[in-house]
């Protein structure tokens, strides 16, 4: 059974800094590529970052580039996203993804889903 666990999610003021992480368990982890969603209240679901599945590649939306970072250690499982410089904007429930290719996740063509982590941002 595939599984996705988000962490790392909590409140945080505007200009701190929170890292969530996204352990994966049941899959060949290094085939796939991981993305990080975020869905705010009343809001769709939008990407955010996408890592290929070497680490080589990224990929982030035009809201978070040079603020989020996106990384993966593949003895661990687990990719993170190191998130700076928040803003209450960022509000949102931070939904994992797996997928084949990084690009397939910038078109939300995804394999596996976590549950989510909900990121509170302060003004």
């Known amino acids: 059974q595939v599984q996705l666990v988000e962490s790392g999610g909590g409140l945080v003021q505007a200009g701190g800094s929170l890292r969530l992480s996204c352990a994966a368990s049941g899959l060949a982890f290094d085939n796939y590529a991981v993305g990080w969603f975020r869905q705010a209240p009343g809001k769709e679901r939008e990407f955010v970052a996408a890592i290929s599945w070497s680490g080589r590649n990224t990929y982030y939306s035009d809201s978070v580039k040079g603020r989020f970072t996106i990384s993966r250690d593949n003895t661990k499982n687990t990719v993170y996203l190191q998130m700076n410089s928040l803003k209450p904007e960022d509000t949102a429930v931070y939904y994992c993804?797996?997928?084949?290719?990084?690009?397939?996740?910038?078109?939300?063509?995804?394999?596996?889903w976590g549950k989510g982590t909900l990121v509170t941002v302060s003004s």
């Open positions: 993804a797996a997928a084949h290719t990084y690009s397939a996740l910038t078109s939300e063509i995804v394999d596996y």
